[in-house]
């Protein structure tokens, strides 16, 4: 080797030795060792050590390096404060959690001490834990701060959940659908949102022993010792499951239910916090039936002329109604099988069904998609309209409605309904007409029609026990005037509309004989004593007679926001008189904010005027302009007396003021004739409709066999007063109006 080798080795040895002596300081060149300072670390918000908080906890941190930076944070939150926790959870870096920002919103468990409390007279369980969150920061080189904590509670409502279907029945099918609502109060009972899960449990009923027993007072057992059932649950699954399976389950498509035995269903909510439903209520969440298969679905029908019919089960006795041929008939109907937890999967329907057994006798097959039938028009003979709805548990109701075709001939000129009720006395006060008085004012009008003869064609309700004319009698005439009183009539019963969701199937209805007949092209005049619930006003029953009244969706009585039953499209004040609100003078008035203020003084009629801006009323010149009331029941000390009060018995139809107050419009056959005067111009029903023509069926020639004579095409005539305390010469008028529009005036 030579010295240029040998001193190559000698340097490589000093410079490995310099770098083994200097290795561990930061500065080659200056060779001075520096030790690493841990950055430090701090809580800026947070919970005040040892707080009860929400499950939701939101904390602020910060801190720094003093010869660095600080790369990241780390943290963790163990259950127990910092001298009651598991050391096991803080041990270890798999147990701690980067972050590199400053704060975080962090959801931690609240599932332990479950408390019962009373907030607004409802009882919730309130759960808690106590949590201990550690934090501490991570420099370039890996040194960790000390750790800072903070303990705190949190604390949480539990979820709850309401079973909703079926409806708390002690029944239900041998196949049961339930379904729940669940909501998670978050700190208050109104701050909800879902709850994270659910899990039911269902079965027989037994004891704590295991002995079938079906009066053991299971909830109660559940809510003192919930750990006796923890294996009988199923397992939880997302309230917000694909497919609704977080809210609803099916018992029976793939198991056997003992059939007349006791069994129960419960459910119960998880929130995220961990938090159960811990408390266990007949009205809520729990659920006890005995499983029957005698029952059956629920199968309402509804036909316009026919009204509504309510069916359960397989009656074999028809419903019988009559009807004049030619009628169309449309038929729809929907039936429930919810009541016992059980869903409807088709219907079929059929005309005269031989054998109901056999497939091939009925119009169609079995469809979870056939809610209606072909329009059918009847002529003549005897016809029975079934239909058959069948439920997923084999369980099925038969509906039949026998309709019998009767004689409509419709050959006579006119017929006059006395269903105005009154009696001879002393006339003192005005305040009604005799019954001959009565009797004597219409009689005079009747006179002047073609061919009427009192003696066959008028019809006295009160001498029938308050009867109405048979279809029969309806059926021979092509215009009817039908006056009638606010009671002791026939006219109510028999214009009586019953909601679709308020038939049942012990309800028998009355077919409304007038709206057929106007439909096939007769013609009619009503009018009478129409306040309080006379009037148009008697298609409500009298528990929703509250006025103003919109008849397409508060003929169940007043809703706000005309939600629900829309059927009062069928009743005949709104199907065939083309009226959508009914109001009275004198009546039950509905109150409430922003509803104008109602009395009698204000409202009361001065008199009636003609509607000038109706187009229709100028196809008729003849017709008088005011119809002023009788100087004989104004003269002072009588009983309207203007000094004294107004005139009420009136019925109003569209009130303006209402119409804009609930943006309602009104039907484009609504045709006003007469309007009133109150007797303030501070009245909102100033200026109000309370007389229509009826143009529906104006186009309508009646529908009559040829040998009867031609039918005439004409409008009908609704009057909401009583005309005999009018000024009698113009309503004479208006008799000879409407009569030679019927074309039956005598020459």
Same mark, same amino acid.
């Given at each position: ?65 003093? $010869? ?11 259950? #127990?404060?910092?001298? #009651? ?24 468990? =609240? ?5 019962? @409390? ?23 080189? #890996? ?38 609502? #669940? ?47 923890? $294996? ?12 609704? *399976? ?44 005995? !499983? ?17 019919f309510r069916f359960l089960g397989r009656n074999f006795t028809p419903e019988k109604r009559d009807l004049p041929p030619g009628v169309p008939l449309n038929f729809h109907w929907r039936a429930d099988a919810s009541k016992y937890g059980a869903e409807i999967v088709g219907y079929r329907y059929g005309w005269d069904v031989a054998d109901v057994s056999n497939p091939a006798d009925w119009a169609v097959s079995f469809s979870p998609f056939i809610l209606a039938a072909p329009q059918r028009i009847l002529y003549s ?23 019998? @075709? ?10 006059? !309904? ?5 009696? $001879? ?55 009817? @005037?039908?006056?009638?009183? @606010?009671?002791?009539? %026939?006219? %109510? ?47 409500? %029953? ?57 009395? !009698?003084?204000?409202? =009361? ?65 609504? !045709? ?8 303030? *111009? ?27 004579g031609l039918g005439v095409a004409a409008p009908s005539v609704h009057v909401g007063v009583p005309l005999w305390f009018f000024d009698h010469a113009p309503v004479d008028r208006i008799g000879d109006i409407v009569f030679e529009e019927w074309q039956i005036r005598a020459e």
């Amino acid at each position: 080797m030579g010295k240029v080798g040998l001193r190559r080795i000698v340097l490589t040895v000093v410079f490995l030795l310099l770098v083994l002596n200097i290795g561990c300081s930061e500065d080659l060149y200056i060779g001075t060792k520096k030790e690493n300072t841990r950055p430090e670390v701090w809580l800026s918000s947070g919970p005040v050590e040892g707080d009860t908080t929400n499950y939701q906890v939101h904390f602020y941190w910060g801190g720094w390096d003093p $010869d660095g930076e600080i790369s990241y944070f780390e943290f963790v939150i163990v259950d #127990g404060n910092p001298f #009651g926790f598991n050391p096991d959870d803080t041990t270890g870096l798999d147990k701690w959690l980067k972050t590199s920002v400053y704060d975080s919103l962090f959801r931690v468990t =609240a599932d332990d001490i479950p408390t019962n @409390i009373s907030i607004n007279n409802s009882l919730y369980t309130k759960y808690q834990r106590t949590h201990t969150f550690f934090i501490r920061g991570v420099d370039q080189h #890996g040194y960790r701060s000390e750790p800072q904590y903070r303990s705190f509670t949190a604390w949480t409502l539990a979820p709850y959940v309401l079973i909703d279907r079926p409806i708390d029945s002690p029944v239900l099918g041998r196949v049961i659908t339930f379904h729940w609502v #669940g909501r998670d109060p978050i700190d208050t009972p109104t701050n909800t949102q879902d709850p994270d899960s659910v899990r039911w449990l269902w079965g027989l009923l037994y004891d704590t022993n295991g002995i079938y027993q079906p009066g053991f007072d299971m909830p109660k057992d559940l809510n003192e010792n919930p750990w006796r059932y923890e $294996d009988k649950w199923q397992s939880w699954i997302s309230y917000n499951a694909p497919g609704d *399976s977080g809210r609803e389950t099916t018992i029976g498509d793939d198991e056997v239910l003992e059939v007349n035995r006791t069994h129960v269903f419960v459910v119960q909510a998880k929130d995220e916090a961990g938090a159960v439903s811990a408390i266990f209520d007949r009205r809520t969440n729990f659920r006890q039936f005995i !499983v029957s298969e005698s029952i059956g679905p629920e199968l309402t029908i509804i036909e316009p002329y026919l009204g509504s019919f309510r069916f359960l089960g397989r009656n074999f006795t028809p419903e019988k109604r009559d009807l004049p041929p030619g009628v169309p008939l449309n038929f729809h109907w929907r039936a429930d099988a919810s009541k016992y937890g059980a869903e409807i999967v088709g219907y079929r329907y059929g005309w005269d069904v031989a054998d109901v057994s056999n497939p091939a006798d009925w119009a169609v097959s079995f469809s979870p998609f056939i809610l209606a039938a072909p329009q059918r028009i009847l002529y003549s003979g005897s016809h029975t309209f079934l239909i058959e709805v069948i439920d997923n548990t084999g369980a099925s109701t038969l509906a039949q409605i026998e309709i019998n @075709i009767v004689p409509f001939e419709m050959g006579r000129d006119l017929f006059w !309904v006395d269903d105005f009720y009154s009696v $001879d006395f002393p006339q003192i006060y005005w305040a009604m007409p005799t019954e001959t008085q009565h009797d004597q004012f219409w009689l005079n009008i009747c006179s002047k029609a073609e061919g009427f003869v009192e003696d066959g064609d008028v019809y006295d309700v009160s001498a029938t026990n308050y009867k109405p004319p048979n279809i029969e009698k309806i059926g021979k005439y092509k215009n009817i @005037i039908w006056t009638y009183s @606010i009671s002791d009539n %026939a006219w %109510a019963p028999l214009i009586l509309f019953t909601p679709e969701s308020q038939v049942t199937s012990g309800t028998h209805l009355t077919v409304n004989y007038i709206s057929i007949f106007l439909a096939k092209g007769g013609h009619l005049w009503t009018c009478g004593r129409s306040d309080r619930g006379g009037g148009l006003a008697a298609v409500l %029953a009298p528990v929703n007679q509250s006025f103003p009244m919109n008849l397409r969706c508060e003929i169940t009585g007043n809703a706000e926001g005309c939600t629900g039953d829309t059927s009062g499209v069928y009743s005949m004040a709104f199907k065939d008189y083309c009226v959508t609100v009914l109001d009275k003078v004198e009546g039950i008035h509905r109150t409430g904010t922003g509803i104008p203020f109602r009395t !009698v003084d204000y409202d =009361a009629l001065s008199f009636a005027y003609k509607d000038s801006d109706s187009e229709y009323n100028n196809n008729f010149p003849a017709l008088p302009d005011t119809l002023a009331l009788w100087e004989e029941i104004t003269k002072s000390g009588r009983f309207f007396d203007p000094l004294e009060r107004g005139f009420t018995y009136v019925e109003i139809y569209n009130p303006e003021y209402w119409l804009q107050l609930t943006g309602i419009t009104s039907q484009t056959c609504f !045709v006003p004739m007469y309007r009133m005067r109150t007797r303030s *111009s501070l009245s909102p029903v100033n200026l109000s409709t309370i007389a229509l023509w009826l143009k529906k069926y104006e186009d309508v020639e009646p529908d009559i066999p040829p040998y009867s004579g031609l039918g005439v095409a004409a409008p009908s005539v609704h009057v909401g007063v009583p005309l005999w305390f009018f000024d009698h010469a113009p309503v004479d008028r208006i008799g000879d109006i409407v009569f030679e529009e019927w074309q039956i005036r005598a020459e």
